[in-house]
């Protein structure tokens, strides 16, 4: 039988989880030197029109480079605004781009300050462009005072309205995170479970040497600030720069900036230093791939320090539907740049899933529409099945009580997903008696703790709430609202049993929204009476 869960972040193997913040609000070890103020206080808002410049080359799109530029600098603003002196970028969150300017659009970036630490700060900036407002990107700095001195103890903000308090609230899990990066990219937590053949590729492919550049730029008094130190927007935009350059040398069209990882400036540069980007590819999938730039600075005569890497995601924009050269790694370096690529692209959907905290994907629940909407959570769960024939690029084999177990992911519409097939000694009528019986789970699933029914619509369709046990890397119990139904569904001409699960929104059924910490999009088994054919595994489409 075959698992199937839909993931808004990747947290492989879990469903999507979605932790409620905590109003414990960050310890100050003194006091503000600084009255506080509103966050109104301290927004600043930028309009730039898309101009010639600004463009690639042979394109009408905005380029990556200046838009992160212009985010940086509207980022500075605020953090400047709320303490009344210089501020530097210490890191930036990883970014998703929705939406690409082009020429002659009007973007407008809008920066606030969300919360502050006892030496840090964080600020939002939300990018949207005319003439449709269009949602472009939402990303988060991390700013720190300059201060000759060493560190300066900030100013906080006062949160007033119900979006700025959501804010605030959630900047303490966006912290967590980013102090947690390191810890998730350390060695032991790589995949090296992975086999690559599971990956269905042209026949063309490239080496990681062949795809490799190095780049020197002169900082030069327009590129820093008043206490001559280079402006972190101008770095990421000579980053972005050679990034496009080695993109373009592998995808067929012109290459578009999806997302950027974070960025964490370890050290500082200024005029006259001499700035080395350092450029190759990491990874590529179907449409998409990773380049990686680590930069560096140094004086002549002097030693190069490291000031940050950069980890960028491009995709194509030819409309060939012919897939990516596969990367061939020869060296135990070029292993494990690709591997890390592959959990940084988890991290990002985990990080996305805090982001997107306050939109919550659950499904109204209506008593009068009942038979529809069960109706739907089946039809959702064999529409994920049918997309699955395409699913793409890793497999990988799990062993588990001497059971084989494969697992294949993809992304299917901007979501992550992953289907897990194994095959079991028993009958099908069996394992979907014990599998669709909510009451029975906590006797075959080893990460229930608490099954409650709340309400059982009829012999096939049930409402329940599900709490997983406390793991170690999460701060907090996973309780989620489901809604589950089985049945017996045609499948690629022959019956299969199914049992489907979606998330319900917790204010339809009565529940309290808070005591709701994570939630399932599209999860389910699908059952088949014949063991699954090997080698059925796809690629995977377009990824957004």
Not at 103 to 116: D, E, S
Not at 395 to 415: C, H, K, M, P, Y
Not at 452 to 461: C, G, H, P, T, V
Request: charged share 20%.
């Amino acid at each position: 039988f075959a698992c199937f869960h839909t993931l808004s972040l990747s947290l492989l193997f879990f469903p999507v989880f979605m932790t409620t913040p905590s109003s414990t609000s960050s310890s100050t070890s003194s006091p503000a030197p600084l009255p506080a103020k509103p966050v109104s206080e301290t927004v600043v808002t930028m309009v730039k029109m898309v101009l010639q410049p600004h463009i690639y080359p042979g394109s009408d799109a905005l380029s990556g480079g200046i838009l992160l530029k212009w985010m940086d600098t509207v980022a500075c603003l605020s953090a400047e605004l709320l303490t009344g002196r210089p501020c530097v970028t210490a890191s930036v969150d990883d970014l998703q781009l929705k939406v690409t300017p082009i020429l002659g659009n009007v973007v407008t970036l809008v920066a606030r300050v969300n919360r502050v630490y006892n030496t840090s700060m964080e600020v939002g900036v939300s990018v949207s462009v005319d003439p449709d407002n269009l949602h472009v990107c939402k990303v988060f700095f991390t700013f720190v005072e300059l201060s000759r001195g060493g560190k300066v103890v900030l100013p906080q903000v006062l949160p007033i309205t119900e979006s700025e308090k959501e804010e605030f609230e959630l900047a303490l899990e966006r912290r967590k995170y980013r102090l947690n990066y390191f810890a998730k990219m350390s060695e032991t937590q790589l995949p090296h479970f992975y086999n690559y053949t599971g990956r269905k590729l042209s026949n063309m492919t490239i080496k990681g040497g062949d795809v490799s550049l190095v780049s020197t730029e002169l900082v030069l008094p327009p590129h820093a600030n008043h206490h001559r130190t280079t402006f972190g927007g101008q770095i990421m935009e000579w980053i972005e720069q050679l990034g496009y350059i080695i993109a373009s040398k592998v995808c067929e069209g012109k290459p578009k900036l999806l997302a950027v990882d974070e960025i964490h400036f370890k050290n500082s540069s200024g005029v006259s230093d001499r700035i080395v980007l350092k450029g190759t590819v990491n990874h590529t999938w179907s449409k998409t791939l990773e380049v990686g730039i680590r930069v560096e600075a140094y004086q002549p005569g002097a030693t190069h320090r490291h000031c940050n890497s950069a980890f960028l995601t491009y995709g194509c924009t030819s409309d060939s539907s012919n897939v990516l050269p596969r990367l061939v790694t020869q060296t135990e370096t070029d292993n494990r740049r690709s591997k890390k690529a592959l959990l940084r692209r988890a991290i990002r959907y985990e990080r996305s899933a805090v982001r997107d905290q306050c939109r919550y994907y659950g499904n109204a629940w209506d008593a009068a529409a009942s038979s529809s909407i069960c109706e739907a959570n089946t039809d959702q769960l064999l529409h994920l099945y049918k997309a699955s024939v395409n699913w793409e690029y890793l497999t990988t084999i799990l062993t588990f009580s001497n059971t084989e177990i494969t697992v294949v992911t993809a992304e299917v519409g901007g979501t992550l997903c992953f289907r897990a097939t194994t095959v079991v000694p028993y009958a099908a009528p069996l394992v979907h008696s014990l599998v669709r019986n909510i009451h029975e789970r906590q006797r075959w699933d080893p990460n229930c703790l608490q099954i409650k029914i709340l309400e059982e619509i009829d012999s096939d369709n049930t409402i329940f709430s599900y709490s997983l046990k406390k793991r170690p890397e999460l701060r907090k119990d996973m309780r989620l609202l489901l809604l589950c139904s089985s049945g017996v569904s045609v499948v690629e001409g022959e019956d299969r049993f199914t049992v489907a699960y979606t998330s319900l929104l917790p204010s339809s059924v009565e529940e309290e929204r808070r005591s709701i910490t994570a939630e399932v999009r599209c999860s389910g088994f699908i059952i088949s009476p014949h063991a699954p054919a090997p080698g059925t595994y796809g690629t995977i489409g377009t990824a957004r």
